[in-house]
């Protein structure tokens, strides 16, 4: 309440510098976070409070209160006292233990030091105690405390370099830089102690790119943007030492804004659950009224002349005020219908499913020795329904491991097995690969199987050469060395480690560069060129170049970029070369991989030196000015001589084809949703075959403003329907409270596949309130949908969107801190764990190391899951239905009087010990068909998505079938007690024999009626099932026997009662007849259901039947097919400005800097460097156009 | 190196088949054949019990004569409760067309009694009736003690409503000769009751260890003179007081009351004849609509079977076979429908 009032308040932020007391004016947030929920004290009110909002807490406790009002009571105490404490106890204790451990991350967190300038002095001090306006000082991997405003730095220009892993889960570095005026500050302790500069900015809020503020300081004004922003969360790298004024403290910085709420997730079976014990309690109620109104006429009719004769002599008490009393006896003899231990079963079934997934072997990633973790315990039956799955891409679907596969030099391809037989298949280790060691500085992982390249080298091939050289020249790497003297390239974008790193391995290593010069070693000869121009990556050229002098004073420029772009600009003499290349494009691309291609210029020192000057100029215009530079660019890069193309792999994981073709196949629905650019995303797409060249149609939503995202949208959707002109009537007349409705009978009208992209700025205006339905509409009429560039808090919205709108179940698997927000927000989600960052599985309800796990989890573990737990559902409401309906056919035969028909002790243990066991074992053990059938035919799941297994008509049949069994429990029994006698000519019709008749029968039956559904039969469940009849009898022999009456008299009045009973020939006759009268119609049913309507894994199990000796067929390998359609991405994961940033020297060091401990984490495993180089360089989240404010 | 294989070992899942999920289990799956053949079985084991049961309730012979509306002087005059000090006895002469052979039992059957209430089956004390405390009333309400609070024993609502008319059976051999048909009046209950659940104080000089109780308000001579000529049967031990103490499951029931005591004449059961009950008319029903009534009845190998049982089972036996026929008439269809799809 306090926080959201000051938000509300909160427009502006004001703070000063070095100013505690004026800052304090404010009352803003101080750095202190509070994740936990309870303290000591409010931990019992608080949780006990909490608990009881639960409908069958709070039912619960109810029926106890009732229980202990004499009048009422018609059950004792304990039969319901014993489990709710039981159940509260353990909720309470697992509660209590999760806060402790966020109390203790809390306080973790809290108790960080931290260096601050407090009386004009650096002091150590705990995170919590930082407060808004202070100037912290950072150090090299040191976490950020708060949301600071850089003020200055170790390195030049005020510069410092920071990961931002925690809050996008970009593990590049990037770069922020202080004003200039503050930069010069330094390190100068009391300079810094006499800044008091005020800073005006944005309150907080949750937009981790923008930032909008004023700082004054020294009579100017200095606007600040998010360049000078350090973020909560983020680690300083490679930088010594920054200051910087904290602006945002504790629960304000936009780390804790955006880490959105956890929210209970409860699964639609849960919800499902919830409704129909509502449900059941109004029947309840309903029988309850019946029976009171039964009552009153009752004591009206009989019970009156009864009562004075009898007994209640002295009570005058009116029929009405008796039948009051007796609606509330009702309700709690009745209230067995709904027992406790249904919650408690559906928790320790769900629990046995998560144990389930923790053992999996299969699902076991001995790569890096995880086995899958189910960390969510209450959400499997929820696995077994999914029908979206929204997938990052980078690290889930992809391993983001760049590789240089194939190159095409001058018209030949090199990378290829010529080996047609083993061709199509997996290069295996067993192949010699090429053998690097010759080169000093080779990388030990690189494997490129095709030794005439190295020969073609050796025998110095010049555009072979050239084509090295241009890789080792023209990028944007920087290269360090470390302590060991190892060689270390800076990438941004991991398609050009990948280049450079081919370059090294083959014997062109790049050394070193200087704003004006770039070294390089060419097989053992160092060489420095002179750089001259630096044409930089744009996303429309897309393309860079490089225009360097080599020491014979040659100049030439140096080109690589997209084919479409770069063929453009070739000299008409490579037509020859061209097709060749074309041709090899074409297949790399049929592959998968990623193209680029080559080319380069020879430029004589005149026509430079003019186009220099022109450069120069155009830099120095006003107006115009970009414009006129990518003229000259155009200029230039004219007349060039096509040198081959590259081909990189974006490596994806293990086995995602199969996993998606398999999972497309089950009817789910995948959606990609990734920070990175539309290109490289399309091609991931194409890649993993959720996009294909035999779709109909691919729409493009890249729309920069709302009214052209609309647009857009608009075509699409016509283009769409137009090709199904069987549909277009209905379209106009879809209202829009019908569409949704519509949208079904839509997705069967539509033919084809089709594909929908959309870009992360048009995402924004697409998900406002008016076009949301649209995009809804169209997204969900297309097989695929791609989006890119998308902001961690887009991700959850498209997810809030089709959870909210299409009422679907959906799932949400990532790696990255980025995808934590979807993770939350969706139904599921799944993290993939084994990585660096343990955010996306430290907030995933199942994580597992391979993206390919998916398909087990959810087509295995979820079938069975949801399987399982509809299949005890339905017999748990089946039994506890034909266990208590018995009373209130009994009330129309003992006067309406509450009267239990079992006994008191039965009907406490019926539900825990009696058929408690039986019916978990099915829950957790059964299974309809193997695991290897519904891996192999996902069509197996689909009945999960309908929701076929349990939903409100099977639910009713179950509450049909234990209303029948009760009917036929309680009037075999009736009918044949009216008028019998026992053997010995005693009357065996009294109550108590009555009692063990039915519950004797009662048990039978039930465990009959497991016995027929449980579909696998193992060991647990013959010894639960024997088991528990045999419990049955000996606990009434037990409690029915004269030692235990002559201690406890009054609870155990049943004494001999089994014995006598039980001796009788007819109630063992009367036992049989109920047990065959109530299964049998059952068995008829299914019979019937399984011939006239035979599910698929009838079906399934009638083949396994005649195939039992046929050996398992092999397993349907979803084919792999690739598209080939050419898809050349220079762009892919490349940022514009790098280029300006190289040659103004900016980010050039004097010294190599010390060896950072995050370095040497690094380097500890020399084999994998690259891996960490070409880690995740997705783009910033801004969108294209803040790509230039970005400029350095 | 090692180290970390191991390492990875111990994260390993454990390849047990509880774990995988691979538990050597068996799938149940029943055969259209094994389905027809349990149908057909089963169809035919309850016809042929029902049928065997029907038979044998045909065989039992059993007389039940109805005397609220005989007796109508006497039940009006107990509708008045200030009458309940005065004797009505009651002659219902009978004819026995057949010898009733074997064992005969003698019950007596209430209509409209409500002896499964609530509050009337929990209004008694165990303690008391085993003889542990015969001051233990706790659990008797509403009759624990008498308006003098001098406790009641027996105590409770059901002790305080016993069946309490006198019947006797007489057999007219000519109209001179009446003989009083011998009768026990033990043996009536289960041995448990007689020997765990109902217990005097002592055996001996019963009329002591009751001393300062007071016998229930409706009863008219106190519980330890219900049988003075027979010990064992006296007191909380009296078969009478046990059969009614053991509560009906329904207001219509019957129970126990003597059994043929086969000497002389009767030693091959009742012969046919004419026949009087003496019925001493003590326990008022038409006050609450009851009825009440006597019966006589011979036992089968399963008791006193009732119609009820083997109907129940010859209509399952029948409704079996032909729910078979149904089922497999559907199955061929199906079958045949499969082929010519094939085709």
Redesign the interface.
Known sequence: MFCSKKKLLEVERIVKANDREYNEKFQYADNRIHTSKYNILTFLPINLFEQFQRVANAYFLFLLILQLIPEISSLTWFTTIVPLVLVITMTAVKDATDDYFRHKSDNQVNNRQSEVIIDSKLQNEKWMNVKVGDIVKLENNQFVAADLLLLSSSEPHGLCYIETAELDGETNLKVRHALSVTSELGADISRLARFDGIVVCEAPNNKLDKFMGVLSWKDSKHSLDNQKIILRGCILRNTSWCFGMVIFAGPDTKLMQNSGKTKFKRTSIDRLMNTLVLWIFGFLVCLGIILAIGNSIWENQVGGQFRTFLFWSEGEKSSVFSGFLTFWSYIIILNTVVPISLYVSVEVIRLGHSYFINWDRKMYYSGKATPAEARTTTLNEELGQIEYIFSDKTGTLTQNIMTFKKCSINGKIYGEVHDDVERKKEITKKKESVDFSVRSQAKGTFQLFDHSLMESIKLGDPQVHEFLRLLALCHTVMSEENNAGQLIYQVQSPDEGALVTAARNFGFIFKSRTPETITIEELGTLVTYQLLAFLDFNNIRKRMSVIVRNPAGQIKLYSKGADTILFEKLHPSNEGLLSLTSDHLSEFAGEGLRTLAIAYRELDDKYFQEWHKMLEDANAAMDKRDERISGLYEEIESDLMLLGATAIEDKLQEGVIETVTSLSLANIKIWILTGDKQETAINIGYACNMLTDDMNDVFVISGNTAVEVREELRKAKENLFGQNRSFSNGHVVSENKQQLELDSVVEETITGDYALVINGHSLAHALESDVKKDLLELACLCKTVVCCRVTPLQKAQVVELVKKHRNAVTLAIGDGANDVSMIKSAHIGVGISGQEGLQAVLASDYSFAQFRYLQRLLLVHGRWSYFRMCKFLCYFFYKNFAFTLVHFWFGFFCGFSAQTVYDQWFITLFNIVYTSLPVLAMGIFDQDVSDQNSMDCPQLYEPGQLNLLFNKRKFFICVAHGIYTSLVLFFIPFGAFYNMVGEDGQHVADYQSFAVTMATSLVIVVSVQIALDTSYWTVINHVFIWGSIATYFSILFAMHSNGIYEVFPNQFPFVGNAWHSLNQKCIWLIILLTTVASVIPVVTFRFLKMHLYPSLSDQIRWWQKAQKKAKPTSRRRPQTRRSSSRRSGYSFAHQEGYGELITSGKNMRVKNPPPTSGLEKTLYNSTSWIENLCKKTTDTVNSFSQDKAVKL | MEKEFQ??LS?????SAI???K???????FSNQA?FT??FA?GAF?FC?GII?LLSAWKVQEIEINYTNICEDCAKMRENALNFDKQCTCSIPFNLQKTMKG?V?M?YKLY?F????????L?RS??QL?G?DVRDVK?CA??KVTSNKIPIAPCG?IA??MFNDTIILSYIRSTSEHIQVPMLKTG??????KY??FQNPSFRNLSDHFVGTEKPPYWQEPIYELDTSDPGNNGFLNDDFI?WM???????????YR?LYRVKYFSDGLPAGNYTFDISYNF?VT???GEKAVIL?T?T??????I??GL??TV?GV??WM?SFA?MA??GK?RKKKLSHRR
């Open positions: 390492h990875h994260r390993m899942p454990e390849n774990k995988q999920q538990l050597p289990a068996h799938r149940l799956h389905i349990i149908f089963t309850c019990i049961l064992d039992y019950y409209g409500y002896q499964n209430l609530y509050r009337y089956v209004s165990h303690n085993m542990k659990d509403p009759f609502a305080n409503s009536l209950t289960w041995w448990t009751d765990v659940k059969v053991r509560t009906a499951a329904f207001p219509t029931f019957k129970k126990l059994r008022p006050k609450f609509q009845s036992l190998w399963n008791g006193g079977s009732s009820f049982l129940a089972y399952t409704f079996l729910s089922l559907i199955q199906m």
